[in-house]
Each structure stands twice: as structure tokens, then as C-alpha cells.
């Protein structure tokens, strides 16, 4: 394993498209977590899996969003119909369960909505 | 619900010398971790030290160091020694077990590095 890995690094779209990112975890690790950070902010929690099941949705996480797991493997972030306000950096973190060990985070996919 | 404060959104200091970046928290869970995250400009969070909460020792990280103050729910990082290369956003995150372990994070406090 080479760690978590994000794809892709940087897209960018028009307002009103949808976009996927993918992110690939650690895999041992049976906890996925979406983060998304604007810029000069700490990451804010939007999701998160323990194998393919859901278990958390922030309210940060509108009805246009959606995230899978299939198969407790890798996960996709699906953002329909975007808006200018969804431009951020978009982090994936991995995980056993909490106490044994720590979180390995992805490079990140950087969204910029024209 | 769990929160974390950093109160200071920018420090410097100097090449060599000793710097401690605050960091405060809240929570009414009683099994939880408390996390350093060091994000240069690439944007990739890079862990600097962890402390699980039923531990009272210190971690240590060779020049990274913390100040757990569990009654007063501070978590202060020491950077001793400082170089060119601790020069990052940090941010201060905690993790409660019974939470799902999700990473709340700090704003995050910006440190230079003048040589």
C-alpha cells in the first residue's frame, strides 16, 4: 500500500455539472472519511463509511451529494448540479477503528466551479 | 457535539528557537484522541503527534511535544529547535470513539519560519 490516493488532483467545471472523485483507502483500513476544506479553514467533516456502510452524513452534506463504498473497498463523492459555493478542496481519510491507529489522508481532489 | 478552538491564526518564530501553539477543546465524551496535523502548501495533511486521552503522559515526537491539560481540555504543541521546514498550517483536531471517530478540526493556526 502506498498509502491513500485521490483522484483526481485538480477538476475543474462549470457551474450546473456534476462531478465524481474517487478515493482509494489503506486497504486494512475499514473506516473512509470525505472532508472538504475551503481555503484558510479547517477540514469539515461530511461523511463517513466503516466498510460499505454508510454511517454518518453531515448536514454540510446537501441532497445534491452523494457517497458510496460498494464492496467496503474504494469510495466515490458524486456532487450533482454544482454550484460556485462547492469549490473546495475535497480530503479522503482512512482508518482502523478508532484506538488502533491513526488516520491516513489522501492528497486531496482541489473542485473549482466557474 | 465536540468543537476545538485555535486561537491564534498566525505565529512566527525564529530558526532554532521554541514555539507552542494553543489549542482548546470540548467535549462529553470520555474516550477520545487528540491529533496535531501539519498541512504545507501541497495541501497534504501530514500527522505531527497523537494522544489518546486516558493517557496522562506527554506524547513526544523527537522535536514535537504536547501539553495535555485533560481537566482544563487544552492540548498545547511545542516545537523545539524549530527549522525552515516546520513552516505550515497546523491545525488541532480531536476524535471521540463514540462518534464514529469522524476528525473535528481546529481553524487552524498559520506558522512561519524566519531564518
Known amino acids: 500500500d502506498t498509502g491513500v490516493s485521490q483522484d483526481p488532483r485538480h477538476k475543474i467545471t462549470k457551474r450546473g455539472q456534476n462531478v465524481t472523485f474517487r478515493c482509494d483507502p489503506i486497504?486494512?483500513?475499514?473506516?473512509l472519511y470525505w472532508y472538504r476544506q475551503t481555503l484558510g479553514q479547517g477540514p469539515e467533516f461530511l461523511t463517513y463509511f466503516q466498510n460499505e456502510a454508510q454511517l454518518e452524513k453531515s448536514r454540510l452534506l446537501s441532497d445534491r451529494f452523494s457517497a458510496e463504498r460498494p464492496k467496503g473497498s474504494f469510495s466515490t463523492l458524486e456532487i450533482q448540479r454544482t454550484e460556485q459555493g462547492d469549490s473546495a478542496m475535497y480530503l479522503c481519510a482512512s482508518s482502523s477503528p478508532p484506538g488502533q491507529g491513526g488516520y491516513t489522508f489522501g492528497s486531496g481532489t482541489r473542485l473549482t466551479v466557474v | 457535539a465536540q468543537t476545538v478552538t485555535q486561537s491564534q491564526p498566525e505565529m512566527s518564530v525564529q530558526e532554532a528557537e521554541t514555539v507552542t501553539l494553543s489549542c482548546t477543546y470540548d467535549t462529553s465524551e470520555s474516550d477520545y484522541y487528540l491529533f496535531w496535523y501539519k498541512q504545507p502548501p501541497s495541501r497534504q495533511m501530514i500527522l505531527v503527534i497523537r494522544?489518546?486521552?486516558?493517557?496522562?503522559q506527554n506524547a513526544t515526537e523527537n522535536r514535537f511535544s504536547v501539553n495535555f491539560q485533560k481537566a482544563a481540555k487544552s492540548f498545547s504543541l511545542k516545537i523545539s529547535d524549530s527549522q525552515l521546514g516546520d513552516a505550515a498550517m497546523y491545525f488541532c483536531?480531536?476524535?471521540?470513539?463514540?462518534?464514529?471517530?469522524?476528525?473535528?478540526f481546529g481553524q487552524g493556526t498559520e506558522l512561519s519560519v524566519k531564518p
Open positions: 494522544q489518546e486521552a486516558y493517557k496522562q
Open positions: 483536531a480531536c476524535a471521540a470513539y463514540n462518534q464514529g471517530g469522524k476528525l473535528i
Open positions: 486497504s486494512e483500513h475499514n473506516r
